[in-house]
């Protein structure tokens, strides 16, 4: 039975019965008792009609929900120093927005937003004459936005309103030594879970809570550190980067209950895992892979099995909640997480 046979049999109902419902709002008649077949008739539409909004659910939390663009890329052939050649070679890569899915707010004022940018000083003449931002466009566009013209500016305000989106404030950067600076300023806990080794972290967040920030990895019990990418993209605020992956036909993509009960979008192809988590109130990004065994030399890696990927999307936290903070009060708190002296070492002869 398909969502179509639903709305035949809800519309095969009979008028005698929409007669009868009327007579009893005005209480010119007594409810009738219903045969025990139609009760099964009842409850089975409203069960059905529940599993396809479940249904509606795991089809949006998919990745072609969320591609923004699609590109053919070429390599030309090329002889490397010893000889070694390469031939030409030619792949596809997929753009896909870190927040919202097709027709929504969000992802469709990225779409203009790009398009925009793409068709706009396509020779750079104007960013050359802005030299460092000489044109003193406020640092809410000029950092978050990379608007470096007011006709920039304009555009963007522009497409906000169009989209009825807020504009988030200047990125606030945090480097390694300033891990904690990111969990006080935005009241959050962890990004992963307990007994998980986390190692240089560092990267940016907005006054309204959207962030990214990458860092090294490793599993419990587990010697091999991987780079991880963590976003969480703000609803209601338009979030102007998007992640770009190879041919999306050519990933796998399932549902998981993490250990957590938290419902996750996993996605592998290759060495390659992508996590994508609907909170509700934003959305959560994640991207990371196998090491390369001996890169640049030696690109071979393990394949992203599904029992990885797994335990992978178990050790990560989909429980925050980013509060705003005032980038003032952040600046204040820098003081707690000063930069670690350099130690220097001398050649004694």
């Keep these: 039975m398909k969502a179509m046979d639903l709305l035949v049999g809800l519309n095969t109902v009979r008028d005698a019965y929409v007669q009868d419902a009327q007579k009893f709002r005005q ?3 007594q409810p009738k008792r219903l045969p025990v077949r139609k009760l099964w008739l009842a409850a089975a539409l409203i069960a059905l009609s529940l599993l396809l909004v479940g249904c509606a659910v795991v089809y949006v939390l998919r990745m072609q929900d969320m591609k923004i663009g699609e590109k053919n890329m070429t390599q030309e052939e090329w002889i490397g120093p010893s000889g070694e050649y390469a031939p030409s070679t030619q792949w596809t890569i997929t753009e896909l927005s870190l ?3 097709n027709g929504s707010p969000e992802q469709l ?3 203009e937003w790009l398009d925009f940018k793409m068709r706009y000083d396509s020779d750079g003449t104007l960013m050359k004459e802005n030299n460092r931002n000489d044109s003193g466009v406020p640092a809410q566009y000029y950092i978050t936005y990379d608007c470096y013209t007011f006709e920039m500016v304009d555009k963007l305000n522009e497409i906000l309103e169009k989209y009825q989106l807020n504009a988030l404030g200047a990125w606030i950067h945090f480097r390694r030594w300033e891990e904690q600076l990111l969990y006080k300023a935005l009241q959050i806990d962890n990004l992963c879970q307990p007994g998980i080794q986390v190692e240089k972290m560092e990267g940016y967040f907005s006054p309204e809570g959207s962030f990214h920030t990458e ?3 490793s599993l419990e019990g587990e010697q091999e550190q991987r780079v991880v990418a963590y976003t969480y993209a703000r609803d209601g605020y338009f979030y102007p980067y998007y992640s770009v992956i190879g041919d999306i036909d050519a990933w796998e993509q399932w549902h998981y209950a993490t250990l957590a009960g938290t419902d ?3 996605a592998t192809c290759e060495n390659a895992l992508v996590i994508i988590c609907d909170r509700g109130d934003g959305i959560i990004h994640i991207t990371t892979e196998n090491k390369m065994a001996n890169a640049p030399y030696d690109n071979t ?13 178990d050790s990560f ?3 925050i909640f980013p509060q705003p903070c005032d980038p003032a009060n952040v600046e204040a708190m820098r003081t707690e997480y000063p930069e670690p002296v350099r130690q220097t070492s001398f050649l004694l002869f």
């Design 317 to 319: 936290n989909y429980s």
């Design 27 to 29: 209480g010119k008649s």
């Design 99 to 101: 927040q919202g899915y």
């Design 301 to 313: 890696a393990e394949p992203m099995t599904r029992e990885k990927a797994e335990m992978i999307a």
């Design 109 to 111: 004022a990225l779409r």
């Design 215 to 217: 860092f090294w990895q």
């Design 264 to 266: 996750v979008l996993l």
